[in-house]
């Protein structure tokens, strides 16, 4: 089972999951709505109906290339019938769905991709669809924000080898012991921090004591950038023997101008937005 994450839809708890590229919510707490004790009969209810079992079997055509369509079309033809019953599991089995998945345990339940589930919480109540969708939206939006700053972080950190490279290279001297190799990098990087954040890596774990990792990894997206074009230059400013006191004092004016820039151009995006 795929790493959960759970949203809160009019006060009740929805767990949602991402598996082979495709957003699923679990419909079994949609149906919490309907019937808080006996969810599950909800869930069996909606298959039950013909228009269910035909919505999900378009849905495998036209997304599932290994969907039978031969047992769908035999569901298709008892739905509705007094005596046809369907669980999400014989669905499943019998007709290589992928749409819904259904797992069992203590955390279990059923899950449908994101359009079913949209489906189905509109058959529980439309007014609990708009909510779901209105939440669902907003915690797609935060993974693309924290997608976003992990990818900065990651680029910041590919142009730190660039720029460790042009300290080996120029700044430190032959036959060192490690020890004395580390400080020369870890100089070097506070020049990058006092550049940008105004104080040293030091300074900062001085001045936050009780929070984990490093001054880097609180960073704003818009820092991560200005920081990994800073690496660039500095490398540069390196390679051409500029002494460390001139790299600085460039390097503050290019953060403070830069930061100004990204951050005027944030601003205009909230406004337009």
Known sequence: MAKQKEIIVKDTSIRTMSQNGSDYICITDIARQ???????????NWMRNRNTIEYLGLWE????????????????????????TLSPGRWIEATNATGLISASGRYGGTYA??????????????????????EFQRLKEEEQKALGWSAKRELAKINYHIHTDAIKEHLV??????????????????????????MTAKEWRDAHPDDKGNIRDYA????????????????????????QQERLHKLNQIAIQQMTVLENAKQRNVLKS
């Not at 055509?61 to 046809?84: D, S, T, V, W, Y």
């Not at 991709?113 to 209105?134: M, P």
Request: glycine share 4%; aromatic share 12%.
């Open 34 to 44: 309907k019937n808080p004790l006996e969810p599950n009969a909800v869930v069996a």
């Open 173 to 198: 001297p032959e036959e060192i012991s490690a020890y004395h190799r580390s400080l020369i990098y870890a100089n070097e990087a506070d020049v990058l921090n006092v550049a940008l954040f105004g």
């Open 61 to 84: 055509m036209l997304n599932n290339p290994n969907f039978n369509p031969i047992e769908f079309e035999g569901f298709r033809n008892q739905a509705g019938l007094n005596a046809f």
């Open 220 to 243: 704003t997206i818009n820092q991560l950038i200005c920081l990994s074009n800073m690496e660039n230059l500095n490398a540069v400013f390196i390679n051409e023997g500029m002494p």
């Open 113 to 134: 991709q994101r359009d079913i589930a949209f489906k189905f919480a509109s058959w529980v109540s439309v007014e609990f669809e708009l909510y779901l969708v209105k």
